[in-house]
């Protein structure tokens, strides 16, 4: 099963509006991290918070992290067209665990201009 | 300050050849992560090396893949005897010297076809 699962898989809105993406883990994490893929491209990072942090702001994005129900949000604000690609959640279990990440499936953000 | 570079950015291969996937992380990281990505699918761990060393091969096939991050020059995946379902986008990522807990930085990726 997933370590990371996002929700929902697909999410198309209009320019200006906002857009919220979910994402479950299963187990205790040291981080989770956000990335956005534009189609055919590579990774894009775009925020870490760590375990003891609750939310983070950078620009239009703003994380939540709520390790009691393991789970994040990501809110990007006014969305624009070039808004628009997937969008990965990633968590690096910590502990033991040698920094390397578990991807979520991904969400994809279409905002329509 | 480049960030990872990946060569090549397309590789096609026919089935049974060996393909050679090259990485070289950012000026002053020594930690290299290789991820896999099928098609419409997140990325999936492969392999995590320091400077000469594999620290943790857990997401790598037992057998045809290996990969290796000499003193120097680039960090190498190698896939011998390729097959349709190697098929996939081939990313690296690298971190700073601290390594684990931090934000990693992922190259434009290989994009290997088996035909």
């Known amino acids: 099963s997933q370590q990371g699962e996002e929700d929902p898989q697909a999410l198309s809105i209009q320019e200006g509006e906002n857009a919220t993406m979910n994402c479950s883990y299963k187990?205790?994490?040291?981080?989770l991290q956000w990335y956005r893929q534009n189609s055919g491209r590579g990774l894009v990072h775009l925020i870490l918070?760590?375990?003891?942090?609750r939310e983070k702001h950078s620009g239009r994005l703003r994380v939540t992290l709520d390790t009691s129900k393991k789970s994040s949000s990501l809110l990007i604000t006014a969305s624009r067209a070039a808004d628009t690609a997937s969008y990965f959640c990633?968590?690096?279990?910590?502990?033991?665990?040698?920094?390397?990440?578990?991807f979520g499936q991904g969400t994809t953000l279409q905002v329509k201009p | 300050n480049a960030g990872v570079m990946q060569n090549p950015r397309h590789l096609v291969r026919r089935r049974g050849q060996e393909a050679r996937l090259r990485c070289s992380p950012m000026?002053?990281?020594?930690?290299v992560y290789w991820y896999r990505q099928l098609p419409e699918e997140g990325l999936k761990f492969m392999v995590y090396?320091?400077?000469?060393?594999?620290?943790?091969e857990s997401g790598m096939p037992k057998e045809r893949f290996s990969a290796e991050f000499p003193k120097e020059g680039p960090s190498i995946l190698r896939i011998q005897q390729v097959v349709r379902g190697d098929s996939a986008a081939y990313f690296c990522?690298?971190?700073?010297?601290?390594?684990?807990?931090?934000?990693?930085?992922f190259g434009p990726g290989t994009r290997l076809t088996v035909t």
């Open positions: 090396l320091q400077k000469e060393n594999i620290i943790d």
């Open positions: 000026k002053g990281h020594s930690h």
């Open positions: 990522a690298s971190s700073p010297p601290s390594g684990q807990g931090y934000e990693q930085y």
């Open positions: 187990t205790s994490i040291n981080n």
């Open positions: 990633a968590t690096d279990l910590g502990s033991g665990n040698t920094g390397k990440l578990i």
């Open positions: 918070i760590r375990s003891n942090e």
